[in-house]
Each structure stands twice: as C-alpha cells, then as structure tokens.
C-alpha cells in the first residue's frame, strides 16, 4: 500500500528513516550487481540483479578479469533507488548531484583543511543532496570507495559538518580484513562530529553494513560499530 504523499514539513528523523530505507535498498542491489553485473565474468547474468549497471572490468589486456570498484557504482544505484522509493511511497522529494556547498573552503596549502569565514578558499561539491518539494536541501551524502587516506576522510567530514544537517558518509568495500574496520575508524572518527557513516562490505566473512550514529539505526544485518 502506497504511503500518504508527504506535503507537510519532514522532520530531520524522518528524512533520516527514508535515506536509511533507500541506501539500505542500495546495499541489497549492489551485492546482486556484483554477483551478476560482472563485464569480467563469462557466467554474467545482466537479468538478476535489478539494476542495468554493470561494474566494469579494466583492461582485458593488462589486468584481465579485474574489476572495478568506485563510489561511482554506488552512487547511480542509490539515485535508482531513490528515485524508485518516491514512485512506490509518493515521497515528495528530489536530488542534486555535485551540489556546490553554502560554505567555501581550503583544502590545499593549509595545515588541515578547514571552512573559511571571510570568503576565501573555493566552493567545494557534495556527491548528493536531497531536497524537499521546495527546494531546501535536508540530507547531504558523500560517497567513497576502498580504504582512502586520512586526508580523503578529513576533507569529506570536514565539508559535510561545516555545511550541517543531516549528513552521510556512505563507504563501499568490496572485501575487508581483520583490521580493515579499525584503520577506517581510525581515521574517521576525529573528523565525525554528527554525521552518520555507513560502511558496506560486498565480498567477504565481514558481509553487511557497519555503521556508526549518534543514535542507533534498527536495521536487519547493520552492525554498530560503538
């Protein structure tokens, strides 16, 4: 049964509940897409996963059969999904994508990067933004893939508490070892401040989604990692 379209006003909660449902989507198509949308593999199946993207491999000629993993893939399936969510609940809401911020900032030539007050620095960009049916921005997600340097998390954190809001850091890996979760952590949590981050592995004993939130999220198969 379809939900009641949204004309009033969400709450920050609520919208938090919607993005959980829709990257949760997200996670459940990605792990289909790469079991079956594999351009490296001669067993693809392109009919099962629910999704028409396919992750690419690299060059057939110099690294056969390995394929890519980038926040690109996930960032096309969460819009799919998104856009899919609004059709099935009549939710009344829309997105950006490589949003310039409100805020300038310097990321280079600094010590740390840092927001500027006096409008110096340069625009940065969010991967998504959602917005309400008058155009007010009310969630700002980032995307990442692999286990990047510090600076890489420093810069997303950074840009996403100075703009405030609601806030995701959505991180895709495609496998994990015993301590890949705590050099993640180690350097995300400095730099958290209130955004959520999520984190979902693909393709190892470490399957599923780990997460940590100012509040805990009552999703099945996501693991708090605090």
Not at 76 to 82: G, L, R, S
Not at 85 to 96: N, V
Not at 119 to 134: L, P
Not at 186 to 211: R, W
Request: contains cysteine.
């Amino acid at each position: 049964m379809k939900q009641l379209l949204l004309r009033t006003p969400m709450n920050s909660n609520e919208v938090k509940e919607r993005i959980i449902e829709i990257l949760d989507r997200t996670f459940k198509v990605i792990d289909l897409c790469y079991r079956f949308n594999d351009e490296s593999s001669s067993a693809a199946d392109f009919s099962k996963a629910g999704t028409r993207l396919i992750f690419p491999c690299y060059s057939r000629q110099f690294r056969p059969r390995e394929r890519r993993i980038s926040e690109q893939e996930l960032r096309f399936v969460f819009i799919e999904q998104f856009i899919q969510y609004c059709k099935e609940t009549d939710l009344d809401a829309y997105y950006s994508v490589e949003t310039p911020t409100e805020w300038k900032y310097r990321f280079s030539g600094e010590s740390m990067p840092r927001k500027t007050e006096d409008g110096t620095g340069q625009s940065a960009m969010i991967d998504v933004c959602i917005h309400n049916n008058r155009g007010e921005r009310i969630c700002l997600i980032e995307f990442k893939a692999g286990n990047p340097a510090e600076f890489s998390y420093e810069k997303d954190l950074v840009k996403l508490s100075a703009e405030g809001g609601l806030c995701f850091l959505v991180q895709l890996l495609e496998s994990q070892r015993s301590n890949t979760m705590k050099s993640i952590l180690s350097k995300v949590t400095p730099y958290l401040g209130g955004t959520n981050f999520l984190c979902h592995t693909i393709d190892s004993q470490y399957h599923g989604t780990f997460y940590t939130s100012k509040e805990i999220i009552e999703k099945d198969g996501w693991k708090h990692l605090f």
